[in-house]
């Protein structure tokens, strides 16, 4: 299990938070052992860090007291949404209180017209689109997991739709947030553009709660389309799948989501979701559009896919069927923990241009056999994202250390690919290491910012940067 670093504590003035806070917040706040391991722990290889205390507040306010007491005794708060993060981005290094955003789960106001929503951070994904759903839009960014909308945020979350709708970061138009000093601003208005000075909102989007507190979101809509077909196809290698992805988004196909399993993958989703796919490497796709339209894609597609061998190809417009499929590959981390049962599945998340990303893909399952390492691969390949699951015995000191040289190697072989070591979980604690390799200097100067806006380091402070 890879050990967090440990940041020196503040005994004195965490002591002084808790009791101003207790007696301020009662039983908001909890300091039991359990709920306190729960909010360090994440579907993560990273020791878990426990804060000090958990507070579970309802406004922006509230969040602004917090951290106001917080600043004032120089303790770390550490913001908390639904703990789906992956690589220890709710850890307490330094100890600290977590403010739980759970209790901040109201749907502000949606503008229909202006197709955006104004929500409070916990609201959870699949809690709004079931909100918007009789009002025929919904929000598109889905990571797979029912996270938290200010967690996604946080993380700059991104996931199966992303090659059509993008990332949070293309999706979120203002901020509320609580700084370092418990002050509450606002980054923009809800217009669609806007050169108004510095842009605080995408500051904070991906900034994983080190610059602020999001305490409001107003997010980007979509009309729920007119047809949405969805498509399985299977190929002789990963290689040859992958070539298919990468002229299907040359030739401008509007793909909504297009997702890769290898055939270890396929057969945990077989086995847990049972399904009855061919057992080799496969492509899930979705088209959105009218019903001609959602045709002429599937079609289209089919004819590249052919050029590659493709096989298979079965497509169907039934809600039933697309739900099961999809939720087939969402349940993917916990089908794939089947395959080897009593193990720990330890994702990795690179992101590559397309034009590498068969080369990468391949690479990168040449390198698992190669040290004996059983690693499910699946990947959101329309923008060159991809994971593998490396299914470790926890218990053998080796199979660790097999891991943590993969994960590195992985990380390096994307980033001189001209890619990322993180296409979507983020940096947290546990790619800390591969950012300036991947960004240089640039780091250099994230930091200034981090100390201008934070200046005593109070907020989720161990994360992102060596600091």
């Given at each position: 299990?890879?050990?967090?670093?440990?940041?020196?504590?503040?005994?004195?003035?965490?002591?002084?938070a808790?009791?101003?806070?207790?007696?301020?917040?009662?039983?908001?706040?909890?300091?039991?052992?359990?709920?306190?391991?729960?909010?360090?722990?994440?579907?993560?290889?990273?020791?878990?860090?426990?804060?000090?205390?958990?507070?579970?507040?309802?406004?922006?306010?509230?969040?602004?007291?917090?951290?106001?007491?917080?600043?004032?005794?120089?303790?770390?708060?550490?913001?908390?949404?639904?703990?789906?993060?992956l690589?220890?981005?709710?850890?307490?290094?330094?100890?600290?209180?977590c403010?739980?955003?759970?209790?901040?789960?109201?749907?502000?106001?949606?503008?229909?017209?202006?197709?955006?929503?104004?929500?409070?951070?916990?609201?959870?994904?699949?809690?709004?689109?079931?909100?918007?759903?009789d009002?025929?839009?919904?929000?598109?960014?889905?990571?797979?997991?029912?996270?938290?909308?200010?967690?996604?945020?946080?993380?700059?979350?991104?996931?199966?739709?992303?090659?059509?709708?993008?990332?949070?970061?293309?999706?979120?138009?203002?901020?509320?947030?609580?700084?370092?000093?418990?002050?509450?601003?606002?980054?923009?208005?809800?217009?669609?553009?806007?050169?108004?000075?510095y842009d605080?909102?995408?500051?904070?989007?991906?900034?994983?709660?080190?610059?602020?507190?999001?305490?409001?979101?107003?997010?980007?809509?979509?009309?729920?389309?007119?047809?949405?077909?969805?498509?399985?196809c299977?190929?002789?290698?990963v290689?040859?799948?992958?070539?298919?992805?990468?002229?299907?988004?040359?030739?401008?196909?509007?793909?909504?989501?297009?997702?890769?399993?290898?055939?270890?993958?396929?057969?945990?989703?077989?086995?847990?979701?049972?399904?009855?796919?061919?057992?080799?490497?496969?492509?899930?796709?979705?088209?959105?559009?009218?019903?001609?339209?959602?045709?002429?894609?599937?079609?289209?597609?089919?004819?590249?896919?052919?050029?590659?061998?493709?096989?298979?190809?079965?497509?169907?417009?039934?809600?039933?069927?697309?739900?099961?499929?999809?939720?087939?590959?969402?349940?993917?981390?916990w089908?794939?923990l089947?395959?080897?049962?009593?193990?720990?599945?330890?994702?990795?998340?690179?992101?590559v241009?397309?034009?590498?990303?068969?080369?990468?893909?391949?690479a990168?399952?040449?390198?698992?056999?190669?040290?004996?390492?059983?690693?499910?691969?699946?990947?959101?390949?329309?923008?060159?994202?991809?994971?593998?699951?490396?299914?470790?015995?926890?218990?053998?000191?080796?199979?660790?250390?097999?891991?943590?040289t993969?994960?590195?190697?992985?990380?390096?072989?994307?980033?001189?690919?001209?890619?990322?070591?993180?296409?979507?979980?983020?940096?947290?604690?546990?790619?800390?290491?591969?950012?300036?390799?991947?960004?240089?200097?640039?780091?250099?100067?994230?930091?200034?910012?981090?100390?201008?806006?934070?200046?005593?380091?109070?907020?989720?402070?161990?994360?992102?940067?060596?600091?």
């Open positions: 299990m890879v050990q967090a670093t440990t940041l020196p504590r503040n005994e004195a003035g965490i002591a002084a808790i009791d101003t806070l207790k007696a301020r917040f009662g039983d908001q706040l909890q300091t039991g052992q359990a709920i306190r391991e729960q909010h360090g722990h994440t579907t993560t290889w990273i020791t878990n860090q426990a804060p000090d205390a958990v507070v579970f507040p309802t406004s922006a306010a509230e969040v602004s007291e917090i951290v106001k007491t917080c600043a004032e005794h120089g303790v770390p708060v550490i913001p908390f949404g639904t703990g789906t993060s690589e220890g981005h709710v850890n307490a290094p330094a100890g600290g209180i403010i739980d955003m759970m209790k901040m789960d109201k749907i502000r106001a949606v503008h229909p017209e202006d197709l955006d929503v104004v929500v409070q951070p916990g609201v959870t994904r699949e809690q709004l689109n079931t909100y918007l759903r009002q025929g839009l919904f929000f598109p960014i889905d990571p797979g997991a029912n996270a938290s909308l200010g967690g996604m945020a946080a993380t700059r979350a991104s996931g199966t739709n992303a090659v059509r709708y993008g990332t949070m970061k293309d999706n979120v138009l203002a901020l509320e947030a609580v700084m370092a000093d418990g002050g509450v601003i606002r980054t923009a208005q809800r217009a669609r553009k806007s050169s108004a000075g605080m909102t995408r500051l904070l989007v991906g900034s994983e709660g080190t610059l602020g507190l999001i305490t409001e979101l107003t997010l980007r809509l979509q009309g729920i389309p007119e047809a949405i077909r969805s498509a399985r299977a190929f002789n290698s290689d040859d799948a992958c070539r298919a992805v990468m002229m299907t988004i040359q030739y401008g196909i509007p793909v909504a989501r297009i997702e890769l399993l290898d055939a270890l993958s396929v057969r945990a989703a077989n086995a847990y979701s049972g399904l009855n796919l061919p057992e080799v490497p496969l492509l899930l796709l979705e088209f959105h559009g009218s019903d001609a339209g959602v045709v002429e894609q599937t079609d289209m597609f089919a004819s590249i896919a052919e050029e590659f061998g493709g096989f298979d190809i079965a497509a169907t417009s039934t809600a039933e069927e697309r739900s099961k499929l999809w939720q087939a590959r969402h349940d993917m981390y089908a794939c089947q395959l080897r049962p009593g193990a720990k599945g330890i994702s990795t998340d690179v992101c241009p397309i034009s590498r990303l068969a080369e990468c893909v391949s990168a399952r040449a390198k698992a056999e190669d040290m004996g390492l059983l690693a499910p691969m699946v990947g959101h390949v329309g923008d060159g994202n991809f994971h593998a699951l490396l299914l470790i015995d926890m218990d053998s000191a080796e199979e660790r250390a097999k891991a943590d993969y994960v590195g190697w992985l990380n390096e072989l994307a980033i001189s690919m001209e890619g990322t070591c993180t296409g979507e979980h983020g940096i947290g604690q546990g790619k800390r290491p591969y950012l300036t390799q991947e960004l240089g200097d640039t780091t250099r100067y994230m930091a200034a910012i981090k100390a201008a806006l934070d200046p005593e380091n109070i907020l989720n402070p161990g994360k992102i940067l060596e600091m």
